[in-house]
């Protein structure tokens, strides 16, 4: 089928070529209004406990975006402070949408002592809160709000609060990925020139990246006018699309440049490249789409609808691997210099493979024994939504935070808020909240009683890990006899009923995941050992990938390589993004080595020769292609926001490990100790591949060509 497509490629390049200018075009056209759509929301599952409820207290008490001003090095118990404040005050809360302005002197008599909660603990800092109304007018005065707020008499302003924390966000995440490409294009550039010692060899991957990039922006704005995208998934489909983008490419070129140098002649040279890397393409994004359906189980909509995204760059950079790839070296392939004449059955690579073959079971269980110690640190893992430790420390939202941190810190205290959706007697409230008093933890219980609807706030004590306490307040809670139904919500319970979502649904994603992969690697094989053993093998990868980011993110270790002290927890969604992405790429590199081993396999029927010689053809290439992952990966490790950082990271890692330890170590070694053992398969479930049989078309000269 994929030389029947480079054929029609072929013959209509022009066409192709000018399709594919519309669909840049289009891509690039439509996505400036993309990062205007964007949300933070992440981590949240609708329907949840503490989403039922904090639906309740919104249709009780709407409330509109509030803004922080936190005034800082002056008097708090100055007259002049205080004058100076409640002018301020009385100047936002005459612009139109403000609903409410609190001060620290807000309600207070002349000369009365301001609300402590309002005041820093070294009388130095005092805060200002501003909330608009629920309305296009509210947010439409925000702006207004915020440059009266930045006015105020005192030395320094600083302005935080949820919704500017957002729009930081969206911010640093369009940095970031401008970052991002500045840094990483060039290096890609400069490594494919040094890869095909050709301008036009090493333009054509970039080429490819580029379509996909724009046509990534493309479809991330399509999906937005359906369903929400996250602020950071622009960040992520990119990279993702750029490096698969670069690693079809570099394969699909790789082996035209082969088969040019077997003497084929330009378009005989295209159509042979497409029946066997293409085909190796073609498997590879399926395996890729399977690790990214996996998304499509869980209940959460940004990871559904990153699930979706990736899907769709996997389909685009697939479908130009397949369609622009092929009129592009009908274009130019006479301009690409074949490929030095090689022996695959010596070179850096076969010697490796005759290490391994020597001490087979030593390497692999050495391997495997490193990737399971690396994968430790996960037992530890900690997690929570971004904040804002999320933003680098120049941004001003984190700088409130932690100003507020040190001179606020009872309006930072994570809150448990029980709803009750009835009106409770005045005995049934003082026992429920006597009970509340009693569980271990709770510094202080406010009830608040009104028609149809009864809520209790919990504050936990001070000191130590708050989070973790309030983590077990709401399991105390939920546990505990209430006079009606309630619901418990806040950030802790947040985290719980998500927590509980992923996992409840982990299960069927895991059987998605598997049961694809094993029925793909099973096509392209023929084998049912090597999915079992693939699978296998990248769980041990995919393990040690975990405990670093814990090692790195969580505990603060090689903080200064990576731009982040310890954070002490990962983004919620990191492992689930990581886990998914991670394997699909792990897959693309085995594909990508099987197919060549399978070739030779088929050729000779020798095991051992098949993986000598798998190894060599490939190893250039899956080397490579690792480099160029790694450098569009760790390029956004270079941004400011810490999931996309931790994300990057990731992926960076899990793609060096598995081209180093797991392809050139232990899946040689694993597959030297299997022997024949490798191909088998039972009857039952497919027919006997004779061991001789012919290889897939338009790779014969090329078997041929690694024999002594």
């Known amino acids: 089928m994929t030389s029947r497509l480079a054929r029609t490629c072929l013959r209509h390049r022009r066409r192709v070529l000018a399709a594919w200018v519309v669909v840049v075009v289009l891509g690039l056209a439509v996505s400036p209004g993309l990062f205007d759509r964007l949300t933070s929301e992440a981590g949240s599952v609708d329907g949840t406990e503490s989403d039922r409820a904090s639906q309740l207290l919104r249709a009780a008490d709407p409330r509109g975006p509030e803004v922080v001003a936190v005034l800082d090095d002056v008097p708090a118990t100055s007259p002049a402070t205080r ?74 302003v600083l302005l935080g609060g949820e919704t500017l924390m957002d729009a930081e966000m969206d911010d640093q995440a369009a940095s970031d990925l ?55 998934a622009v960040n992520i489909v990119t990279m993702l699309g750029l490096g698969l983008a670069v690693d079809y490419a570099l394969l699909v070129v790789s082996r035209f440049r082969e088969e040019r140098a077997g003497g084929l002649e330009l378009e005989a040279a295209v159509v042979a490249t497409m029946a066997s890397a ?106 929570s939504e971004p904040d804002e430790r999320s933003l680098p420390a120049s941004s001003e939202s984190r700088a409130v935070a932690e100003l507020a941190a ?13 709803v009750a959706e009835a009106e409770w007697s005045e005995s049934e409230l003082a026992g429920y909240v006597r009970r509340l008093e009693a569980l271990p933890g709770v510094a202080d219980v406010q009830p608040t009683a009104g028609p149809d609807l009864t809520a209790v706030r919990l504050v936990p004590e001070g000191g130590g890990d708050e989070a973790a306490r309030a983590g077990r307040i709401v399991q105390d809670v939920r546990s505990l006899e209430a006079p009606t139904p309630v619901l418990v919500t806040g950030d802790a319970a947040e985290l719980a009923d998500y927590r509980e979502a992923i ?42 990938t975990f ?42 590199y085995e594909v990508f080595l099987l197919g060549r081993i399978a070739e030779e396999w088929r050729a000779t029927g020798d095991n051992g020769r098949a993986v000598a010689v798998g190894l060599q053809a490939t190893g ?42 797991v392809r050139m170590l ?34 014969a000269a090329l078997a041929g060509r690694g024999r002594p």
């Not at 401008?178 to 333009?203: I, K, Q, T």
């Not at 999931?643 to 990731?650: A, E, I, R, T, Y």
């Open 503 to 544: 996992v409840s649904r982990l299960p069927w994603a895991l059987l998605v995941l598997v049961l694809a992969t094993f029925v793909l690697l099973f096509a392209f094989t023929g084998s049912v050992v090597v999915p079992l053993k693939a699978l296998a093998m990248n769980t041990l990868s995919l393990g040690a």
């Open 83 to 156: 004058a100076a404040v409640e002018r301020l005050g009385s100047q936002v809360a005459a612009i139109e949408g403000v609903a409410e302005v609190a001060t620290p002197w807000t309600g207070l008599p002349p000369g009365a002592a301001p609300h402590t909660e309002a005041v820093g603990v070294d009388g130095r800092a005092v805060a200002v809160s501003v909330r608009v109304e629920p309305t296009e007018v509210g947010w439409a005065a925000l702006d207004e709000v915020e440059t009266a707020l930045r006015g105020a008499d005192a030395p320094r």
């Open 620 to 661: 250039r290439i899956v080397t490579a292609a690792a480099l160029l992952m790694v450098v569009v990966f760790g390029a956004f490790v270079a941004g400011g926001f810490s999931p996309v950082k931790q994300v990057g990271f990731g992926l960076a890692l899990a793609v060096a490990v598995d081209a180093t330890v």
């Open 547 to 588: 405990g670093a980011l814990v090692w790195v993110f969580q505990d603060g270790h090689l903080g200064g390589l990576v731009g982040t002290g310890a954070l002490g927890s990962l983004s919620i969604t990191t492992p689930v993004l990581v886990f998914a992405i991670a394997f699909g790429l792990s897959m693309d």
């Open 666 to 699: 232990l899946m040689p070694a694993v597959m030297t100790l299997m022997g024949r053992a490798n191909w088998w398969a039972p009857a039952w479930l497919t027919r006997r591949r004779d061991a001789r049989a012919a290889p897939c078309p338009g790779s």
């Open 278 to 383: 293409g085909r190796t393409v073609a498997f590879s994004a399926a395996t890729v789409s399977a690790a990214l359906a996996a998304l499509l189980v869980f209940p959460d909509d940004f990871l559904r609808s990153m699930g979706l995204a990736c899907l769709a760059v996997v389909v685009l950079d697939v479908v130009a691997a397949l369609t622009l790839l092929p009129a592009l070296l009908g274009v130019a392939g006479r301009r690409i210099r074949p490929a030095r004449a090689t022996r695959h059955d010596r070179g850096a690579f076969v010697r490796i493979s005759r290490v391994v073959s020597r001490r087979p079971l030593a390497i692999a269980l050495v391997s495997a024994a490193l990737l399971a110690v690396a994968a430790v640190p996960f037992a530890g893992a900690r997690f």
């Open 178 to 232: 401008a970052r991002a490409e500045l840094l990483s294009l060039p290096v890609l550039l400069a490594l494919l020139l040094v890869l095909f010692g050709g301008v036009v060899a090493a333009g054509l991957p970039l080429v490819v990246a580029v379509t996909g990039i724009a046509g990534t922006l493309g479809t991330l704005t399509l999906v937005s006018l359906v369903t929400d995208v996250s602020v950071y």
């Open 406 to 418: 040190g001179q606020f810190p009872d309006s930072l205290a994570e809150q448990v808020t029980v």
